[in-house]
């Protein structure tokens, strides 16, 4: 057979020398360059193919068997997922890195495979590094003799050459058509699908081939359709949810000229002939898990810079192109290099899954071009562990037929226990629906399943005929996403997980009291998660599908009085109270009360608060034996006796706590170091105040004639605060002899103008007090 001329062609001999002297290399070639088809091709014996997608698996599948002249299923198969054509006569096939991760669980020596191919390594899948991962332990321990080649689109291949073991990196280099790079900003106040439509209209006007669009998702693609409905203009669509005969019409050339519009399934490792041009929208959809609030989902991001040269490329395979870039010119230095890896970001409950499948649940000791994060696989790991699929950290039994499904764990789940519950057909029905997310709408039961996918999922389990309840088959696959509303005629629901979630408005859910929700996804911003598909239940079906989550909680605590009960919940969701009466429940609540609202709530006295304050001062200035007296350390003293509810806390003697303070013995000299009351000249005993430090004597002046030296409380001089005769403040001194030398005659001559009738004496020293 006479291989087509392309460029892979040049590195095929050192290729297979390559790993016939080491087992394994790199091979970097771009889009165009042959990689996907003409190297398997080349390779002796059995060959397997890894490649991200089922659309890329067939069209190589595809492609590969018609340069043979034979029949898809002949010398070159395909196995995808609900697909496969492959016969005893397939020498190569080609697979999804997802079903090879499962046969290799099976067979982790890959009996009769003399060589596996992982393509587009660089897309840097989660199923794709985990498959890389156990190749290579499977290739240390079981199979030495397996030859593994890894293929990659970019030049970032030194790092998987080094993880592979030091293997050689050869490189293809592709004889592509120049691509004339054209930016199109957006306008002010521009939509992102509007601009896409602008530029869309130029690349057609512009160019006489067909137009590739690259945006992020279904969604965006449906809304840029619509804006050319009933014009002239052919636009076809693909993306992974089309059936396999829908891509594959797709992928043929047509007469008239067309628009494409795609997802990032047309990236790479798949040939859209006839294309001349490339819209590119410079946004992604990647997988995104926050595990805070239990939400796994898609986010839209900028694509990299490296993503966008593979999707500039595009327009080049066949003939000179151009490329439309849907931002300012500026903003290209300002991509990230390389798009980030699904495994830091992505949900990681199905590789938890398979590494407990393979023996390691934590990934020690096998190579990772990057290892799951730890906190993160540890959330997978509890997921699986409420599944069932995981104990102790070993796989169950439950776990293995989970993982043979190949479903996310969850949909397993869904699977196996709705089949019981519901019936086979209804839970096919709810997990095809799940795992495709098909249509539009937030009511699952207005939503349609295909019929392939679901006669395929009915046929993994028994036939049985169940309650038929779509609801509780959601439940089984999302329990923590059991929601119940908030109050009456609300829209926001509690999820079980505790996250809140709230439906859009003119919903057909809107006076649903349980939901069992699918999908829900939090935007940036928005204080609630927004529910986007789920199905009516009840609090019957909700204990049915999450035992696990199902118990009971004492809370006690104080909110302005005192709370004390037992809770019946299904997770974060209480479903029935029951009062706790018992003293002992509600004091709990009393001291929680007193510590969050402090002492204050007990009864204090005028003497008690300057007892307080007398303690205070003496633990501020000779520390212990003399103890603090904040309400944290009072708090342990406190006897509530028969105390109940708030209003009993107003009728405790905050006396009682102080006095239980006090220390003893050194108590008998409390008065002594700390008097209430201090006697002065004039006979009268006047309160201290302890509120501050030092501690202050308010006295009228002519009451401490004859003091010469100023009085102290444990050795600490007051601050006196000299009064007038009307009781109103005329000086404040620390050093009361410097005040009769210096500051007393000027408050003499004031006061002796304003107060002609009392006693203001010359020299303040000698003469004796007067109370009046």
Known sequence: MELPDL?????????????????????????????????????????????????????????????????????????????????????????TSGLLVRRLQHDPELSGVGTVVLDECHERHLDADLLLALLLDARAGLRPDLRLLATSATVAADRLAELMGGVPVLTAHARTHPVELLHVPPQKGERPE??????????????????????????????????????????????????????DAVLRVGREQRVLLSTSIAESSLTVPGVRAVVDAGLSRVPRVDHRRGLAGLATVRVSAAVADQRAGRAGREAPGRAYRCWPEHEQSTLPRYPEPEIRSADLTSLALELACWGTPDGEGLSWWDAPPRGALEAAKAVLGNLGALRDGRVTGRGERMSALGLHPRLARALLDGGELAGSRTAAEVVAILDEDRGAGEDITGRSADRREVGRLSKLIPATSGSGDQA????????????????????????????????????????????????????????????????????????????????????????????????????????????????????????????????????????????????????EVLGAPWPEVTDEALLPLVDL????????????????????????????????????????????????????????????????????????????????????????????????????????????????????????????????????
């Open 641 to 772: 006796g028969n105390a109940r509810r708030k209003s009993d806390l107003a009728k405790l003697k905050a006396d009682h706590v102080l006095q239980a303070a006090m220390p003893w013995p050194a108590a008998v000299k409390f008065d002594d170091l700390a008097p209430d009351r201090l006697e002065v000249p004039s006979g009268s005993r006047i309160a201290v105040d302890y509120s501050t430090t030092p501690p202050t004597l308010p006295v009228k002046v002519q009451e401490v004639f004859g003091w010469t030296e100023t009085p102290t409380v444990a050795g600490i001089p007051l601050v006196l605060h000299l009064l007038t005769p009307a009781g109103r403040p005329t000086a404040v001194t620390g050093d009361l002899k410097s005040f009769w030398q210096t500051g007393y005659p000027q408050v003499r001559a004031e006061l002796r103008g304003r107060y002609p009738k009392h006693r203001w004496p010359e020299d303040p020293m000698t003469a004796p007090p007067a109370r009046r």
């Open 194 to 247: 509007a601009l896409v439509a602008r530029a869309m209209r130029r690349a057609v006007a512009e160019t006489p081939g067909d137009v590739l669009v690259f945006l992020p998702g279904v969604p965006e693609i449906r809304r840029v359709a619509a804006l050319f409905q009933g014009g002239d203009l052919r636009v076809d669509v693909l993306h992974g949810r089309l059936t396999a005969a829908e891509q």
């Open 7 to 95: 460029p892979v062609r040049a590195v095929l001999p050192e290729l297979i020398e390559t790993l016939s002297g080491w087992g394994a290399a790199v091979l970097v070639a771009p889009p165009g360059t042959g990689k996907t088809t003409l190297v398997p091709l080349a390779l002796e014996g059995r060959v397997v193919i890894a490649e991200p997608r089922r659309i890329a698996a067939r069209a190589a599948a595809a492609r590969m068997a018609a340069l043979l002249g034979e029949p898809v299923g002949a010398t070159v198969g395909y196995s995808v997922r609900g697909d496969r054509k492959v016969s005893g006569s397939t020498r190569i096939e080609v697979v």
């Open 472 to 619: 509780l088959v959601v439940a089984l696959a999302h329990p923590e996403r059991l929601a119940r509303r908030r109050a009456p005629g609300s829209p926001v629901y509690l999820m079980a997980g505790g996250t809140a979630a709230e439906l859009p408005q003119g919903s057909r859910l809107a006076d649903a009291e349980w939901l069992a929700i699918a999908v829900a996804d939090r935007e940036p911003g928005r204080i609630h998660a927004r529910i986007r598909l789920a199905a009516r239940a009840d609090e019957q079906l909700a204990v049915q599908a999450a035992p696990a989550l199902l118990g009971e909680r004492e809370e006690i605590a104080w909110d302005g009085d005192v709370v004390a009960r037992r809770v019946r919940h299904l997770g974060a969701i209480p479903l029935s109270t029951t009062q706790l009466t018992d003293t002992a429940h509600l004091q709990r609540a009393l001291r929680a009360g007193l510590a969050a609202e402090g002492l204050g709530l007990l009864s204090w006295s005028p003497a008690a608060v300057r007892t307080r304050q007398r303690l205070a001062f003496l633990h």
